[in-house]
């Protein structure tokens, strides 16, 4: 039987651990009494999967790692989701704590396409963090989020992104909205000789995705944004494998809500469905994240495994200027400090505003 | 200003309810400190939203009504999830309890495109509870998938559906599957004059998804299945928008992991988003939905709403032959139940364990 593990957190007394670890087996299974299963030679030889190990869990409950068969998991990049944590996320007990990486999912999967090193590529930036804003609030016109990119672009940030509420709107279209930004950027390039990256965000069904993705690269787009968890898993890595040949920022929007330790689903998932960068909202801002998971979750992106890219870490979520030598010191270089909001407060004086951060990183770049 | 009420339930002190509520209202708008967005007259005007009403909670909390801009939720499938939930999910004391809907939004998601009364259409069912079973465990082979499909079909079963983790493996691929299992269906149609509808799990990137429902629908298959969380609400909406021309049961896979009240998800999301049945973990089996909670979904299945298809409630997971006057009584006759391991324990006799349960089902019937 091939099988891969598969680590939960179950909040279970002692008396009843072992009855909930079976039960989560056999959901995460055959999904069916033992019974039924084993009635089946193949099935009970190669499907039901086997606890491997089960340890009471530092924060409480126990930690179970059970051992799931890969050939169900390896169906495709919806069914590695599920085996994963399919019907076992809607146990109210049970967290998704982790999972080992089989050679058979890393080659469905992939993982990062371009990753951690082509971003330092493509802003040029060999070993400092690399800095990213974003384009907000929604609701400006094209020629205001134009001008906005401008001002960022002008104070030597790396990456612009959109907004993630930036959608293909009426009062805002997708098309023209990159086209304006994208030349803002340009135009900063050619007479500064400083490269700002801008990164509009891809939103909607596949189809609108997949043409948003065409339309944004025709245009000399060098990267873009999306949210997996609003996207889809599958439909992310879909559009990572067929649409794109420029590296994808991944946005965290609808990923808190789920039951599965941050580091497993915006680290390991997000990267191994192709993810060059994960934005997270880090600690110290307006989340609740501990510095701890965040330290996790950012060495799970740049982490060895397997000869997989590192994809870059990009905390964010109520970043400041003044937080920036802190924030190195906690990630080192191998990161891109996101800082939107309070940029913008700077109102007309945002490039220098800007120029502010973009200093104060290179300044607090580890030797 | 154009907009439409979202509920949160936040776990919050009295003294802190306000500022968490400002907080989650600039988080699902603008997303800047307010003084940034109000520098822009068509943002502060239409973009910012406004707190409603903030109530005590009865289940502990506060009940925190926002009203949120029109017009980043209408920009596409994937963005009204993101304004519904997309940042505040990564807000550890922030639930999703429910929204209204604007005719907009119903106008760009639409729901339903059968809903309840065409399944009633297909499976000739007029006033009774339908039947449901599941073909599992996963690794049996097409023949064993389409012999259980055929005793399940003797047994008089109303839809019988693949097992979610029934996807397109070599052990099973999926047109030899479907093939095999409509032929089922169809043999004992003509032999017994029992109509048994076979729905199979359509799984994958999006590409895949469409390619497997123009084959099943090819191949005579009258309703499908997929797990929404799985695929992404928008994927899962363009695919019954453009693919489909039969209903789809949607199932709950990845869907309980989300801090979103099951009503709000499983009740009118996924209604929204177009699933004419939804499966649900039951309360009673061994899922730990409570029975309000379950009364609550198959309400937000059925209830009125503005001219929308209702959808039919399918209960499950873990549920029992001898549970059916119970379930009926509680659920009422607009609703599927959905048996499946406990009528495989059978064995060899599972035509008769299923025969019992289709006739407890129409003994059960409400009048």
Redo the contacts between chains.
């Keep these: 039987m091939e099988t891969f593990d598969v680590t939960y957190r179950i909040d279970a007394p002692a008396s009843d651990v072992d009855a909930r670890a079976e039960?989560v087996l056999l959901?995460q299974?055959?999904?069916?009494?033992a019974?039924?299963?084993q009635?089946?030679p193949?099935?009970r030889d190669?499907?039901m999967g086997r606890i491997q190990e089960i340890t009471p869990h530092p924060g409480g409950g126990f930690r179970v790692v059970l051992a799931l068969?890969l050939?169900?998991a390896i169906?495709?990049?919806?069914?590695f989701?599920?085996?994963l944590?399919?019907?076992a996320?809607?146990?109210?007990?049970v967290v998704?704590e982790d999972f080992t990486l089989p050679a058979a999912v890393a080659r469905l999967l992939v993982g990062p396409r371009h990753g951690l090193a082509a971003l330092r590529i493509a802003t040029g930036v060999a070993e400092r963090p690399l800095t990213c804003s974003a384009l907000?609030?929604?609701?400006?016109?094209v020629d205001?989020v134009a001008r906005l990119c401008r001002r960022l672009a002008e104070g030597g940030i790396d990456i612009i992104k959109d907004?993630?509420?930036l959608?293909?709107?009426?009062?805002c279209p997708f098309d023209a909205r990159v086209r304006a930004c994208q030349a803002a950027v340009d135009e900063v390039a050619a007479r500064t000789g400083h490269r700002t990256l801008y990164a509009p965000n891809l939103?909607?069904?596949?189809?609108?995705v997949r043409r948003q993705a065409e339309t944004a690269q025709a245009l000399g787009v060098r990267v873009v944004m999306a949210?997996p968890?609003?996207?889809?898993?599958?439909?992310?890595?879909?559009l990572v494998?067929?649409a794109l040949d420029v590296p994808i920022l991944a946005h965290?929007?609808?990923?808190?809500?789920?039951?599965?330790r941050p580091a497993a689903l915006l680290g390991k998932l997000f990267r191994l469905y192709g993810a060059d960068a994960v934005i997270f909202?880090s600690f110290g801002g307006?989340?609740?994240l501990s510095p701890a998971a965040c330290g996790d979750l950012a060495d799970a992106l740049r982490a060895p495994w397997d000869g997989m890219r590192a994809a870059l870490p990009a905390p964010a979520?109520g970043m400041t200027v003044e937080r920036v030598s802190e924030l190195v010191a906690f990630y080192g270089n191998d990161v891109m400090l996101l800082v939107?909001?309070?940029l913008?407060?700077a109102?007309e004086a945002v490039s220098e505003r800007t120029r502010a951060f973009t200093e104060a990183v290179a300044g607090a770049a580890r030797s």
Tied chains: 1, 2.
Excluded: C, W
């Excluded at 959608?167 to 009062?171: I, K």
């Excluded at 968890?229 to 879909?238: C, I, W």
């Design positions: 039960a959901e299974t055959v999904e069916t009494p019974a039924v299963a009635a089946y193949f099935v190669h499907m068969p050939p169900t169906a495709d990049a919806a069914q989701v599920n085996v944590f399919g019907n996320s809607l146990h109210a007990d998704l907000k609030p929604v609701g400006l016109t205001e907004d993630h509420y959608a293909d709107h009426p009062f939103s909607g069904p596949p189809d609108a949210a968890m609003l996207l889809g898993l599958p439909t992310f890595h879909a494998r067929d965290p929007a609808f990923a808190g809500a789920l039951r599965i909202a307006r989340f609740s979520g939107g909001g309070s913008l407060l109102g």
